[in-house]
Antibody, heavy 128, light 106 residues
Framework: EVQLVESGGGLVKPGGSLRLSCAAS????????MGWVRQAPGKGLEWVGR??????????DNAVPVKGRFTISRDDSKNTLYLQMNSLKIEDTGVYYC???????????????????WGQGTLVTVSS | DIQMTQSPSTLSASVGDRVTIACRAS??????LAWYQQKPGKAPKLLIY???SLESGVPSRFSGSGSGTEFTLTISSLQPDDFATYHC????????FGQGTKLEIK
């Protein structure tokens, strides 16, 4: 059974930092692209960023609102995905979900994919 | 950036009704579209991918159609468990979600 379990959320002041973790099990984590999606209170879903598998280059892409502040990384030996969040703003408040990404690379080109598994989410509150 | 617009934002319906939710992309995305169901306090759940492919384990009353810029999610006969919020997502160029459609009991 696939499981994704996020942790690390909490209350932080504007300008502060937080690192979220996502522990994965039930699938071959090293082969998977992974992503982060967030949801502000009462709002819709917003893509945060993704990381490709090392086989596909291991590169990351972030959404414009978090570029330069958030960093996604992975430790395949620990089956864990991370989201390092720096210079946090009030508008970063929300529930953060990790998810699998069915993206892949083929013939020298890479294709984004849908998210078939999601964690339960962890709440990040940025407030003074 | 590709924008995704869902309509309606809220939909009131009864058990047994057939309902359709629309999703429009600001530019052509082929069939690179997914639909998710989300209940309050829970993570999204994948329903449909590649615009019309039903995820394993999802009831067959759910179906998706469309390509290019116009897409629909149809529930053929609403069940009590279906009252939730539905999100479309394009993954043709990075990722963008629609604003969501809340399906309420009439």
């Amino acid at each position: 059974e696939v499981q994704l379990v996020e942790s690390g959320g909490g209350l932080v002041k504007p300008g502060g930092s937080l690192r979220l973790s996502c522990a994965a099990s039930g699938f071959t984590f090293s082969n998977a692209w992974m992503g982060w999606v967030r949801q502000a209170p009462g709002k819709g879903l917003e893509w945060v960023g993704r990381i490709k598998s090392k086989t596909d280059g291991g590169t990351t892409d972030n959404a414009v609102p978090v570029k330069g502040r958030f960093t996604i990384s992975r430790d395949d030996s620990k089956n864990t995905l991370y989201l390092q969040m720096n210079s946090l703003k009030i508008e970063d408040t929300g529930v953060y979900y990790c998810s699998t990404d069915r993206g892949y690379c083929s013939g020298g080109r890479c294709y984004s994919g849908w998210s078939d598994y999601w964690g339960q989410g962890t709440l990040v509150t940025v407030s003074s | 950036d590709i924008q995704m617009t869902q309509s309606p934002s809220t939909l009131s319906a009864s058990v047994g009704d057939r309902v359709t939710i629309a999703c429009r992309a600001s530019q052509s995305i082929g069939n690179w579209l997914a639909w998710y169901q989300q209940k309050p306090g829970k993570a999204p759940k994948l329903l449909i991918y590649k615009a019309s492919s039903l995820e394993s384990g999802v009831p067959s009353r759910f179906s998706g159609s469309g390509s290019g810029t116009e897409f629909t999610l149809t529930i053929s006969s609403l069940q009590p468990d279906d009252f939730a919020t539905y999100h479309c997502q394009q993954y043709n160029s990075f990722y963008t979600f629609g604003q969501g459609t809340k399906l309420e009991i009439k």
